[in-house]
């Protein structure tokens, strides 16, 4: 079992940079590349929060889980 990232298509949908989203979120660009390469083991509520208000968008958008 796997969780998909899709930050990166949510902000093409949206049309928003990593480093404006970065901004809007108040996390680093590096942060935020972690997390947009699924590579992050977890994420704040609060993150998740705030990046679904910058991208207007609900988690489940953002969050995807795939069963192997």
Known sequence: MS????VDVMMARRKISSGELAERVGI???NLSILKTG??????????E???????CQPGDILE???D
């Open 3 to 6: 969780i998909i990232i899709n």
């Open 28 to 30: 680093t660009p590096a």
């Open 39 to 48: 590579k992050a083991k977890a994420i704040r509520f609060s993150t998740l």
């Open 50 to 56: 705030a990046i679904c208000n910058a991208l207007d």
């Open 65 to 67: 889980y795939k069963n």
